[in-house]
Protein backbone atom coordinates (compact mmCIF):
# COMPACT_ATOMS: atom_id res chain seq x y z
CA UNK A 1 0.00 0.00 0.00
CA UNK A 2 1.32 3.88 -0.64
CA UNK A 3 -0.38 6.93 0.21
CA UNK A 4 0.85 10.35 -1.16
CA UNK A 5 1.98 12.94 1.34
CA UNK A 6 2.28 16.77 0.35
CA UNK A 7 4.17 18.89 2.90
CA UNK A 8 4.67 16.49 5.33
CA UNK A 9 0.74 15.74 5.49
CA UNK A 10 -0.83 13.00 4.29
CA UNK A 11 -3.11 13.46 1.05
CA UNK A 12 -5.88 11.00 2.96
CA UNK A 13 -9.32 13.07 3.42
CA UNK A 14 -12.77 12.71 2.95
CA UNK A 15 -12.09 13.65 -1.09
CA UNK A 16 -10.22 10.34 -1.43
CA UNK A 17 -11.45 7.11 -2.74
CA UNK A 18 -11.39 4.04 0.07
CA UNK A 19 -11.55 0.72 -1.43
CA UNK A 20 -10.95 -1.99 0.89
CA UNK A 21 -10.62 -5.81 0.12
CA UNK A 22 -10.07 -8.32 3.04
CA UNK A 23 -9.17 -11.49 2.26
CA UNK A 24 -7.23 -14.23 4.18
CA UNK A 25 -4.16 -14.44 2.46
CA UNK A 26 -0.82 -14.05 3.06
CA UNK A 27 1.01 -10.79 1.51
CA UNK A 28 4.93 -10.58 -0.07
CA UNK A 29 6.30 -7.26 -0.53
CA UNK A 30 7.55 -7.22 -4.52
CA UNK A 31 9.70 -4.55 -6.16
CA UNK A 32 8.13 -1.67 -7.89
CA UNK A 33 8.91 -0.57 -11.51
CA UNK A 34 9.96 3.02 -11.42
CA UNK A 35 12.46 4.93 -12.23
CA UNK A 36 15.64 4.87 -10.12
CA UNK A 37 18.46 7.38 -10.01
CA UNK A 38 21.30 5.68 -12.32
CA UNK A 39 18.93 3.78 -14.52
CA UNK A 40 20.17 3.93 -18.23
CA UNK A 41 16.76 3.91 -19.95
CA UNK A 42 16.82 1.71 -23.07
CA UNK A 43 16.43 2.60 -26.35
CA UNK A 44 12.63 2.38 -27.51
CA UNK A 45 10.36 2.99 -30.79
CA UNK A 46 6.80 3.74 -30.17
CA UNK A 47 3.91 5.45 -31.97
CA UNK A 48 2.52 8.84 -30.40
CA UNK A 49 -0.88 9.02 -30.27
CA UNK A 50 -1.27 10.48 -33.28
CA UNK A 51 0.55 7.50 -35.23
CA UNK A 52 4.02 9.36 -35.65
CA UNK A 53 6.95 7.51 -34.60
CA UNK A 54 8.39 8.48 -31.58
CA UNK A 55 11.78 6.64 -30.87
CA UNK A 56 14.75 7.20 -28.70
CA UNK A 57 18.08 5.66 -29.58
CA UNK A 58 21.68 5.44 -28.68
CA UNK A 59 24.99 6.56 -30.18
CA UNK A 60 28.09 8.16 -29.17
CA UNK A 61 27.69 8.09 -25.85
CA UNK A 62 24.57 10.31 -25.90
CA UNK A 63 20.67 9.56 -26.57
CA UNK A 64 18.57 11.12 -29.40
CA UNK A 65 14.98 11.37 -29.80
CA UNK A 66 12.46 11.35 -32.60
CA UNK A 67 9.06 12.52 -33.42
CA UNK A 68 7.87 12.71 -36.50
CA UNK A 69 10.45 13.81 -38.69
CA UNK A 70 12.45 15.50 -36.21
CA UNK A 71 15.55 14.35 -34.38
CA UNK A 72 17.16 15.49 -31.21
CA UNK A 73 20.43 15.05 -29.57
CA UNK A 74 19.17 16.61 -25.88
CA UNK A 75 20.80 18.12 -23.02
CA UNK A 76 18.24 15.95 -20.86
CA UNK A 77 14.72 14.45 -21.62
CA UNK A 78 12.13 14.28 -19.29
CA UNK A 79 9.51 11.06 -19.10
CA UNK A 80 6.13 11.25 -17.67
CA UNK A 81 4.71 7.64 -17.62
CA UNK A 82 0.80 7.64 -17.05
CA UNK A 83 -2.30 7.00 -17.31
CA UNK A 84 -4.58 9.06 -20.10
CA UNK A 85 -7.56 8.26 -16.98
CA UNK A 86 -6.00 9.34 -14.32
CA UNK A 87 -6.46 12.78 -12.57
CA UNK A 88 -3.18 13.11 -10.92
CA UNK A 89 -1.38 12.52 -14.16
CA UNK A 90 -3.52 15.28 -15.79
CA UNK A 91 -2.52 17.79 -13.42
CA UNK A 92 1.05 16.55 -12.99
CA UNK A 93 1.03 17.24 -16.82
CA UNK A 94 -0.04 20.89 -16.76
CA UNK A 95 2.40 21.24 -14.20
CA UNK A 96 4.74 20.04 -16.55
CA UNK A 97 3.75 22.07 -19.45
CA UNK A 98 5.67 25.44 -18.89
CA UNK A 99 8.22 23.73 -17.87
CA UNK A 100 8.11 21.80 -21.53
CA UNK A 101 7.42 24.79 -23.71
CA UNK A 102 10.39 26.98 -21.32
CA UNK A 103 13.33 24.66 -22.24
CA UNK A 104 12.76 23.32 -25.41
CA UNK A 105 14.63 26.06 -27.16
CA UNK A 106 17.10 24.84 -25.01
CA UNK A 107 17.78 21.34 -25.40
CA UNK A 108 15.15 19.77 -23.70
CA UNK A 109 13.01 16.97 -24.55
CA UNK A 110 9.54 15.92 -22.88
CA UNK A 111 7.72 12.92 -23.82
CA UNK A 112 4.60 12.01 -22.21
CA UNK A 113 4.15 8.18 -22.49
CA UNK A 114 0.54 6.42 -21.68
CA UNK A 115 1.09 2.44 -20.14
CA UNK A 116 -2.38 2.34 -20.36
CA UNK A 117 -5.69 3.00 -21.82
CA UNK A 118 -6.30 3.48 -25.44
CA UNK A 119 -4.62 6.20 -27.94
CA UNK A 120 -7.77 8.00 -28.26
CA UNK A 121 -7.95 8.95 -24.98
CA UNK A 122 -4.29 10.12 -24.91
CA UNK A 123 -4.80 11.79 -27.81
CA UNK A 124 -8.02 13.71 -26.48
CA UNK A 125 -5.78 14.88 -23.60
CA UNK A 126 -3.13 15.73 -24.94
CA UNK A 127 -5.60 18.38 -27.19
CA UNK A 128 -7.68 19.20 -24.30
CA UNK A 129 -4.18 20.31 -22.14
CA UNK A 130 -2.23 22.11 -25.43
CA UNK A 131 0.43 19.43 -24.49
CA UNK A 132 3.40 21.09 -26.47
CA UNK A 133 4.94 18.03 -26.49
CA UNK A 134 3.53 14.49 -27.57
CA UNK A 135 2.30 11.36 -25.84
CA UNK A 136 3.42 8.19 -26.98
CA UNK A 137 1.61 4.70 -26.73
CA UNK A 138 3.70 2.16 -24.46
CA UNK A 139 1.07 -0.02 -23.29
CA UNK A 140 3.03 -3.40 -22.92
CA UNK A 141 6.42 -1.94 -23.52
CA UNK A 142 9.69 -3.02 -22.04
CA UNK A 143 9.99 0.79 -20.75
CA UNK A 144 6.13 0.82 -19.40
CA UNK A 145 7.09 -2.87 -17.75
CA UNK A 146 10.20 -1.38 -16.42
CA UNK A 147 9.14 1.78 -14.66
CA UNK A 148 5.73 2.29 -14.94
CA UNK A 149 4.14 2.40 -10.97
CA UNK A 150 1.44 4.51 -12.09
CA UNK A 151 2.69 8.12 -12.60
CA UNK A 152 5.77 7.75 -12.70
CA UNK A 153 8.48 10.72 -14.38
CA UNK A 154 12.45 10.21 -14.52
CA UNK A 155 14.41 13.17 -15.75
CA UNK A 156 17.37 11.80 -18.05
CA UNK A 157 20.79 13.79 -18.81
CA UNK A 158 22.34 13.40 -21.85
CA UNK A 159 23.98 9.84 -21.70
CA UNK A 160 19.87 8.17 -21.22
CA UNK A 161 20.70 8.29 -17.36
CA UNK A 162 17.89 9.31 -14.83
CA UNK A 163 19.08 11.40 -12.89
CA UNK A 164 15.51 12.91 -11.00
CA UNK A 165 13.29 10.25 -10.49
CA UNK A 166 9.71 10.57 -8.58
CA UNK A 167 6.19 8.33 -8.00
CA UNK A 168 3.02 10.80 -7.78
CA UNK A 169 2.61 14.34 -7.63
CA UNK A 170 1.83 17.09 -5.26
CA UNK A 171 2.43 20.87 -5.38
CA UNK A 172 5.94 22.26 -5.42
CA UNK A 173 7.35 19.32 -7.05
CA UNK A 174 7.36 21.51 -10.79
CA UNK A 175 10.28 23.81 -8.89
CA UNK A 176 12.78 20.34 -8.31
CA UNK A 177 12.09 18.91 -12.14
CA UNK A 178 13.22 23.06 -12.87
CA UNK A 179 16.38 23.16 -10.66
CA UNK A 180 17.04 19.33 -11.90
CA UNK A 181 16.95 20.65 -15.23
CA UNK A 182 19.04 23.62 -15.17
CA UNK A 183 21.82 21.31 -12.99
CA UNK A 184 22.09 18.90 -16.04
CA UNK A 185 21.90 21.93 -18.83
CA UNK A 186 24.67 23.59 -16.89
CA UNK A 187 26.55 20.18 -17.01
CA UNK A 188 26.54 19.98 -13.44
CA UNK A 189 25.57 16.71 -10.66
CA UNK A 190 21.84 17.22 -9.79
CA UNK A 191 21.90 17.82 -6.09
CA UNK A 192 18.06 17.14 -5.90
CA UNK A 193 17.50 13.87 -7.13
CA UNK A 194 13.68 13.22 -5.75
CA UNK A 195 11.00 14.11 -4.17
CA UNK A 196 10.91 13.68 -0.12
CA UNK A 197 7.74 11.81 0.42
CA UNK A 198 7.00 9.18 3.27
CA UNK A 199 6.30 5.85 2.28
CA UNK A 200 4.48 2.81 3.91
CA UNK A 201 7.20 0.17 4.36
CA UNK A 202 7.36 -3.43 5.42
CA UNK A 203 7.03 -3.12 9.35
CA UNK A 204 5.19 0.42 9.86
CA UNK A 205 2.59 0.10 12.20
CA UNK A 206 -0.43 1.41 9.54
CA UNK A 207 -2.47 4.37 10.92
CA UNK A 208 -5.90 4.30 11.51
CA UNK A 209 -7.87 5.44 8.52
CA UNK A 210 -11.21 7.09 8.96
CA UNK A 211 -13.41 7.33 5.52
CA UNK A 212 -16.63 7.78 4.03
CA UNK A 213 -17.82 4.82 1.65
CA UNK A 214 -17.39 6.07 -2.22
CA UNK A 215 -20.62 4.42 -2.77
CA UNK A 216 -22.82 5.33 0.32
CA UNK A 217 -21.32 8.49 1.99
CA UNK A 218 -21.30 6.15 5.24
CA UNK A 219 -17.69 5.85 7.46
CA UNK A 220 -15.90 3.14 7.58
CA UNK A 221 -12.95 2.73 9.73
CA UNK A 222 -9.70 0.66 9.05
CA UNK A 223 -7.80 0.47 12.93
CA UNK A 224 -5.44 -1.92 15.00
CA UNK A 225 -7.47 -2.89 18.14
CA UNK A 226 -5.62 -5.34 20.71
CA UNK A 227 -2.87 -6.16 18.00
CA UNK A 228 -5.86 -7.05 15.18
CA UNK A 229 -7.16 -5.66 12.30
CA UNK A 230 -10.33 -4.43 13.03
CA UNK A 231 -13.12 -3.17 9.85
CA UNK A 232 -15.94 -1.63 10.72
CA UNK A 233 -18.38 -1.01 7.50
CA UNK A 234 -20.38 1.25 6.65
CA UNK A 235 -23.05 -0.18 8.84
CA UNK A 236 -21.07 -0.36 11.82
CA UNK A 237 -20.46 -3.97 11.44
CA UNK A 238 -17.26 -5.30 12.98
CA UNK A 239 -14.84 -7.70 10.73
CA UNK A 240 -11.50 -8.88 11.83
CA UNK A 241 -9.82 -9.75 8.64
CA UNK A 242 -6.55 -11.71 8.82
CA UNK A 243 -5.01 -9.31 5.76
CA UNK A 244 -6.60 -6.04 4.53
CA UNK A 245 -5.32 -4.57 0.80
CA UNK A 246 -6.31 -1.04 0.37
CA UNK A 247 -6.03 1.26 -2.20
CA UNK A 248 -5.29 4.89 -1.91
CA UNK A 249 -6.05 8.19 -4.32
CA UNK A 250 -5.97 12.18 -4.17
CA UNK A 251 -9.34 12.44 -6.34
Known amino acids: MTTRHEGGRAAIDVRGAFILVWAIALMTPTSRAEFSVGDEVPAFSLKSADGEPIELTRGDGNVHVLH ?36 RQRGVVTLGIAHRGAAEAARDLAQDLRLPFPIAMGVDSEI ?66 HLPSLRTGKPMTLAGEAGRLVFLDGDGKAKRPKAAVGFFSRY
Open 68 to 103: GEQRASPKAVIIHLLQPDCLQCRAQLEALTPIAERY
Open 144 to 209: ADRFAAGDTLGILDAAGVVRFAQVGYGDGDAELWQQAVDELIAGKPVTKSGVDRDRLAVGDVFPAV
